[in-house]
């Protein structure tokens, strides 16, 4: 479905985005994971011809963006907004008519999603007057009404109650059985990991990671232990023949090295813990990410990309 | 252009509904009645109680002449004499006299008083005191008078007989005609400065609403951040024509209401409005020079991103469009200097000089080719810089690009 291939981007003198190729198929979700500013939303701002690539090619079914393509595009902005003062209904058929639908059929489709969300009863009111999770909504409708081939959503469940967050979760995997292609841009792994079935990881503009789920994991599947305790588990990092851990309260992630039985380190926490569960695994994404982005923790990221023309 | 029209059809009908929108439909035309007619009205409103003005006549033979005539000559409203005259003084000590009535004028007995010395029928020189001697109708009613009544005086001592003279002397009017290649159409200042003055104002107010509308929705796209599904949606041409076409339909809905207004109100006076030529000539202009002004505002307006500096860079902006308002008398007065020709070939400043210039006298027609060719070129050119400017700017957010940064904007092949 899309294909973009060896995109550099450069403002001014930072290089926001690096060689960076991707793809994705038709019923198929991809993750593109990184750390802030690692050049994910100018990725995507490529890739939606928003802004124009240094080098590189962006094919759609073979084809470079176009105004059908255009029309075939559904795109979720990380920054939400909408017309302050408009109504609801005239926003949709607007941005609906943008994306070549007809005014009526955009209104119908417009209502149709405001039921989906139990919105229906604000369609004439102003948007100011929404709280920020409705509005989200509403920008995710706007995204998807024009029933694209392929969708852009850039952190789709941020700002989402968990109910909301489950409606929405349903409606990806409808889109993805539908046979769109989405790209899902987030940097909570554990949503990835839910959803994605390929994965994209970039970090300082490169990609650093890329392949379906399974077979990343299985790469970097190396000895994974995870337990459960109650004690001091502080100790744990330091344990001889642990290449890398993950401690909390009462949750960790070992990264056994080669050559280190399990059942060795287990009788060895015995002694000193109380081990509620313990079980070999493969890596968890959030590992994985933390592996290759060296451990750069959450909004600490370099901030080269998006300073530029975020 | 489908997706242009869309867009127009979007910024047309959400500003059309908007509350600022129909408070200066409304508005403007009363503040502009109010400008026009305020001061005149202010300024000839009639006194509604007699005024008591006092004479100090050191003559002794001029007070019963000035009294009758000025309380027959101006009445109040009523019927009423607006002025009663009183004697304060006479022959006797003119200081003691003067004293005398200043305070009577600093208590408010007297509205102000007459000094006529002696010697006004060798130099003609009167006194008017008061507390506000700004009261212009008061010092001229009653120049007019006692001049009259000295001329007569000084006829009478010549042995001429003042009836004789007032009769032989009438007053001479100038009627002024338009001489044009079609004929001659009678045509006082007045009329030619009033339909100048329309168009000037239409055009002014065209740029200036629709301009300023222009910059703030751009402003708004991206305060709000649509910008970026607007332009993964549709071209930024597409985006920047549908907004130019949209909010000049606003503008013309404005002027044209105006416009309305305004014929009904120069065809209750009986002013005589400009021809159909002319009208589509100023047309040809009011059309170009919106656009070339809308590219401006659009280059101007898309690397701002917050409201107020939107405001600072729309005002400055309309200045430029106030500049012929301000030279419009001068023009008027010498529309064929070499300053008004070389002025009226500044794109910037074409479309309000032309729109001066052509009711009151038709410039020649190598001047009318030359400003409209120059005219559409440069509307074609700002077009384009606009579109290159407003593509990249839209998605700047936060800073503002300097010059130098827009200079190599608009020389990267996009």
Redesign the interface.
Known sequence: MLTAANLRKIFSTVVAVDDVSLSVERGQILGLIGPNGAGKTTTI?LI?????PDAGTILFDGVPFC?SV??R?G?L?E????????KLI?TLV??G????MLPAEARRTALRWLERFELSQYADRKTEELSKGNQQKIQFT??VMHDPKFVVLDEPFSGLDPVNQILLKEILMELRQQGKAIIFSTHVMEQAERLCERITLINKGKVVVDGSLAAVKKQYGRNTVRIEFDGDGSFLSTVSGVRSALVYENYAELDMGDGVGAAELLKMLVQRLSIRKFELVEPSLHSIFLDKVGGAPEGAGPQSAQGG?? | MKKAFAVARWEYMEKIKSKAFLISLILMPIIMIGFGVLPTLLASQADTEPRIIGVIDATGQLFDALRSRVETRYKLPDGQPNYVLRLVGEREELEVAKKQADRLVVHGDLEGYLIIATTVFQDSVAEYRAKNVGNLRVVERFTATLRDIVFERRLQEAGVNPGLVTALRTKLELRTVKVTAKGIEEAGFEQVFFSAYLFMMMMFFLVATSGQLLVRSVVEEKANRVVEILVSSCSPTDLMAGKILGLSGLGLTQVSVWALIGVVISLKFGIALASLDVVLLLLIYLILGYLFYAAIFVAAGSPISTEQEAQQITSYLVLVLVLPLVLALSVLQNPESTMVKVLSLIPLLTPTMMAIRIPVLMPSTAEIVASILILAASTLVAMWAAGRIFRTAILAYGKRPSIGEIIRLLKTAN
């Open positions: 701002r939606l011809n928003i802004i124009r105004e255009a029309n595009t795109y902005p920054e939400r907004g909408l017309y302050r003062k408009s005239n607007y941005l008519t943008l994306k070549g706007a995204a023309v975020a």
